[in-house]
């Protein structure tokens, strides 16, 4: 079953999103050569806390830190560790999440360390981004999920890869609903398949955390022992970034960024929805 929000939950939804936001923008400043990805981990707790929030990923399925630090071929679910050291030209993806009254936030978000970094990263991370951003603004009063599928994929198509070949879009993870729980019906792919059908039909009141997953060669991955750790198969470096998302009778409301995605959606000719705590 697909949870639908009445606005209340969506404004308890938006302050879980915003405090995701801030949890961003510390461990962004935070990721420098030298830091820790346990560095990372501890700044993210530190603003949980400033907050009066609790972090939906630790202690979830036995996930034992505050946020995931994927580094390079690391396409999902790093653990935080005192023995990853974030050196000059890494690329690392810093996925978080935040409760506040019982309604979740998840975001995340790819950044280079240091500098020097190949025009092929700097195109990976923001195709990746943008087809984000394609997806959100399919996320439209009377589409179907797939349609928020085949944006993300057509986007990403669509863009010519650094030196040829075409981007990994990966298989195996994608997004998902958002509410009282953070992982929720219903299942969004990043490409579309047909045999799953065309999805449910995008309504008031749900929310979705849209989240595309891409890499440099293969969309294939596997879990380390760590039983978390999900890499490339073939070790090419990936990008991650995610929105949580919800659909109001206004429009589209990216309740994880700071202004509601009104920017971004301007591009696409979409007037996000009123803040609800604005």
Same mark, same amino acid.
């Given at each position: 079953m697909?949870?639908?929000? %009445?606005?209340e939950?969506?404004a308890?939804?938006?302050?879980a999103g /915003?405090?995701?936001a801030?949890v961003h923008?510390?461990?962004?400043?935070?990721a420098?050569?030298?830091?820790? !990805?346990?560095? /990372?981990?501890?700044?993210?707790r530190?603003?949980?806390?400033e =907050? #009066?929030?609790?972090s939906?990923?630790?202690g979830? @399925?036995?996930?034992?830190?505050t946020?995931c630090?994927s580094?390079?071929e690391?396409v999902? =679910?790093?653990?935080?560790?005192?023995?990853?050291v974030?050196?000059?030209?890494?690329m690392?993806?810093?996925d978080? #999440?935040?409760?506040?009254?019982?309604?979740h936030?998840?975001?995340?978000?790819?950044?280079?360390?240091?500098? @020097? *970094?190949s025009?092929?990263l700097?195109?990976?991370?923001r195709? !990746?981004?943008?087809s984000?951003?394609a997806g959100?603004?399919?996320?439209?009063?009377g589409?179907?999920l797939?349609?928020?599928?085949?944006?993300i994929?057509?986007y990403i198509?669509?863009?010519?890869?650094?030196?040829?070949?075409?981007? @990994?879009i990966?298989?195996?993870?994608g997004? *998902?609903?958002i509410?009282s729980e953070?992982?929720m019906?219903? *299942? +969004?792919?990043n490409?579309?398949e047909r045999?799953?059908?065309?999805?449910?039909? +995008?309504v008031?009141g749900?929310? /979705?955390?849209?989240e595309?997953?891409?890499?440099? #060669?293969t969309?294939?991955?596997?879990?380390?022992?760590d039983d978390w750790?999900?890499i490339? %198969?073939?070790g !090419?470096w990936?990008? =991650?970034?995610? =929105?949580?998302?919800?659909? %109001?009778?206004?429009g589209? +409301?990216?309740?994880?960024?700071?202004d509601?995605g009104?920017a971004?959606?301007?591009?696409?000719g979409?007037?996000?929805?009123?803040?609800?705590l604005?």
């Amino acid at each position: 079953m697909v949870q639908i929000k %009445t606005p209340e939950q969506i404004a308890r939804m938006r302050a879980a999103g /915003l405090v995701v936001a801030a949890v961003h923008a510390a461990t962004r400043e935070a990721a420098v050569p030298g830091a820790t !990805t346990k560095d /990372l981990d501890e700044v993210a707790r530190k603003v949980l806390a400033e =907050h #009066g929030a609790k972090s939906n990923f630790l202690g979830y @399925g036995g996930f034992p830190a505050t946020i995931c630090t994927s580094v390079n071929e690391v396409v999902v =679910h790093g653990i935080p560790s005192e023995e990853v050291v974030l050196r000059d030209g890494d690329m690392i993806s810093v996925d978080a #999440g935040a409760i506040i009254d019982g309604w979740h936030g998840d975001a995340a978000y790819t950044a280079f360390v240091g500098s @020097g *970094h190949s025009p092929e990263l700097i195109e990976l991370s923001r195709v !990746t981004e943008e087809s984000m951003w394609a997806g959100i603004a399919a996320m439209k009063q009377g589409n179907r999920l797939v349609d928020i599928s085949r944006a993300i994929e057509t986007y990403i198509r669509r863009q010519p890869k650094p030196g040829g070949g075409r981007y @990994g879009i990966v298989e195996d993870y994608g997004g *998902h609903g958002i509410g009282s729980e953070m992982h929720m019906d219903p *299942h +969004l792919l990043n490409y579309v398949e047909r045999k799953r059908g065309k999805g449910p039909k +995008l309504v008031p009141g749900i929310c /979705l955390a849209i989240e595309p997953m891409v890499s440099l #060669g293969t969309p294939k991955t596997e879990v380390l022992s760590d039983d978390w750790t999900v890499i490339t %198969t073939d070790g !090419t470096w990936s990008s =991650h970034w995610e =929105h949580s998302v919800a659909l %109001t009778p206004e429009g589209p +409301l990216v309740l994880t960024a700071p202004d509601g995605g009104k920017a971004k959606l301007a591009e696409y000719g979409i007037t996000a929805a009123p803040d609800p705590l604005a």
